[in-house]
């Protein structure tokens, strides 16, 4: 190596540590809960249907029947996934079920063969694994069907009793050997499918100590695993349902202009040590577009609103598949529909940035919160920790809103950036910082130290100049002696 490439050499490395040097860590120290984990909640057969073969007698036609969706369509949606930039993928169930949606669960331990086979089941896993998404998967505890495998005719009435909907059954979880049973049988499943988190679905009543039982049970067989539930419960889930905060955003961003103070009414400033779950809709509610449409309100701005207050107030967002394409419906089957993959991918694109933005900071995450204004549409909070400050402005109304932010609030010499409209806001005459946001918009700001000219950096950058021209120089020195020698030879 000549000496004029180890000159050059040395200059960048030295200009690359020191860019290295001065770029913060956001997930150090990070606390490993799920509230750093976003959830998009789909059902295998609602999603896409690859392979028709393994559809059986279904008539897609009918909105109750199966619609064919499969492992192999999941496989072939990964990057669907991970543009949007979800933690973690729940499928639903996965069992032999008599319905779609997988709540008459006929077998725990056998697969839903309309779904596909073990090894396709397995080749989406590892798929999805490759892009650090987690696998979820639904464990329904009541109302399952009549013929579940389970049941022993010889103690059926001590094990069983009749649910709401015809042929459904509910267990009595105060037999210990009912217990034993949906343990194990959950261990199995968890267990088979190698799954990262499994929701323990319709327990209604079920005995508290039991669910507790189960959930230890789970974490002792697959220490890593993630148990939560679908419904507000007092057992030990990572993650706490709340549908407060679910009927507060539907009922404060349906449509714009209306009261919002129950949204962060029941927000802590202080992070909890169990995260709870922030969500427009759930597989079993109607959709948020549908109170939004209720208004005569246009969805994708509704659902773009909704959306920004998701990923940047605290909580775990979940999504349920189709809110990108804005779907409707109060029940199902209609709010259940077939994935459509034909429509814009503007909602799509909005979300990739806001997990982006939330999946790249841990004060988005795991920030202590505090609240700065919030009156009839206009919300403005602050995300923060030791390293980072946020600021969050959704104008959910009619107008152009502004807000004045005093110094005692952002600090001296600040700069704020706008992530999403670009703007730079700096300290004006008066000591305040003014943040213009449009109407039905949320716009994120982060808080950043004044910089004036970084004098280190650019006298590395000058260094690195100074020897790519030296070297370019001396190039052409000895070009040019080579071809005089040449010519006196000659």
Same mark, same amino acid.
């Given at each position: ?11 960048s490395?030295f ?18 809960t ?35 969706g ?17 933690t ?8 032999e ?9 006929l ?32 464990f ?5 069907s009549?013929?579940?495998a ?12 009749d649910?709401?909907e015809?042929?459904t ?10 217990q ?13 499918y ?14 508290i ?5 189960m959930?230890?049970?789970l ?24 549908r ?7 009922q ?10 129950q ?8 992070m909890?040590s ?12 109607a ?8 208004e ?12 920004g ?35 814009k991918?503007?909602?799509?694109k ?9 999946n790249?900071?841990e004060?988005l ?8 204004? *919030? &009156?009839?549409? =206009?919300?403005? +909070? %602050?995300?923060?920790?030791?390293? @980072?400050?946020?600021f ?17 609030i952002?600090?001296? *010499? &600040?700069e704020? =950036?706008?992530? +999403? %409209?670009?703007?730079?806001v700096? @300290?004006n005459?008066?000591?305040?910082y ?37 070297f370019i120089?001396?190039?052409?020195r ?13």
């Amino acid at each position: 190596m000549t000496y004029f490439k180890k000159m050059a050499m040395t200059a960048s490395a030295f200009v690359c540590a020191f860019t290295l040097a001065t770029t913060s860590n956001a997930k150090a120290d990070e606390k490993e809960t799920m509230q750093n984990d976003s959830i998009y909640d789909v059902l295998v057969d609602r999603f896409f249907d690859k392979n028709p073969q393994n559809n059986g007698d279904a008539n897609s036609k009918d909105p109750n029947d199966f619609a064919g969706g499969d492992f192999e369509g999941i496989s072939t949606k990964v990057q669907y996934f991970k543009e949007m930039d979800f933690t973690f993928l729940s499928l639903g169930p996965l069992m032999e079920a008599e319905d779609f949606r997988g709540k008459k669960v006929l077998q725990y331990n056998k697969i839903q063969q309309r779904f596909g086979t073990k090894k396709e089941y397995d080749k989406m896993y590892e798929e999805l694994h490759k892009q650090d998404i987690s696998v979820m998967a639904d464990f329904p505890i009541n109302g399952v069907s009549n013929k579940n495998a389970l049941i022993d005719a010889q103690s059926r009435n001590a094990w069983v009793s009749d649910a709401k909907e015809q042929g459904t059954i509910n267990w009595k979880t105060n037999n210990p050997e009912v217990q034993e049973a949906l343990i194990d049988a959950a261990i199995q499943y968890a267990t088979e499918y190698k799954l990262d988190g499994i929701r323990l679905t319709n327990i209604q009543d079920a005995n508290i100590a039991f669910i507790n039982d189960m959930i230890f049970d789970l974490k002792k067989a697959i220490p890593t695993i993630k148990v939560i539930s679908d419904e507000p419960s007092k057992a030990s889930f990572d993650l706490i349902q709340d549908r407060t905060m679910m009927d507060a955003l539907q009922q404060g961003l349906k449509k714009n202009d209306v009261k919002s103070e129950q949204i962060t009414a029941s927000i802590s400033p202080k992070m909890q040590s169990t995260p709870r779950s922030i969500m427009l809709d759930t597989l079993n509610s109607a959709r948020f577009t549908y109170y939004a449409a209720g208004e005569n309100m246009f969805p994708p701005t509704r659902v773009k609103v909704a959306l920004g207050a998701v990923f940047t107030l605290p909580g775990t967002p979940i999504m349920t598949y189709g809110t990108e394409i804005t779907m409707n419906g109060k029940q199902s089957p209609e709010s259940l529909q077939a994935m459509d993959f034909r429509t814009k991918d503007d909602i799509i694109k909005y979300i990739g940035q806001l997990q982006s933005l939330r999946n790249g900071s841990e004060a988005l995450r795991n920030g202590d919160f505090k609240l700065i204004e *919030n &009156k009839d549409g =206009f919300i403005v +909070f %602050e995300r923060f920790n030791k390293n @980072e400050r946020w600021f969050v402005v959704m104008n959910n109304t009619m107008k152009t809103k502004s807000i004045d932010l005093p110094e005692s609030i952002v600090g001296k *010499n &600040k700069e704020i =950036f706008g992530m +999403f %409209e670009k703007d730079i806001v700096r @300290e004006n005459d008066e000591s305040k910082y003014r943040l213009v946001v449009d109407r039905e918009i949320v716009e994120v700001y982060q808080v950043k130290d004044k910089k004036g000219v970084n004098i280190a950096y650019l006298a590395a950058l000058g260094l690195v100049y100074v020897l790519f021209i030296a070297f370019i120089v001396a190039v052409l020195r000895r070009g040019k002696k080579k071809r005089q020698q040449l010519v006196q030879k000659k």
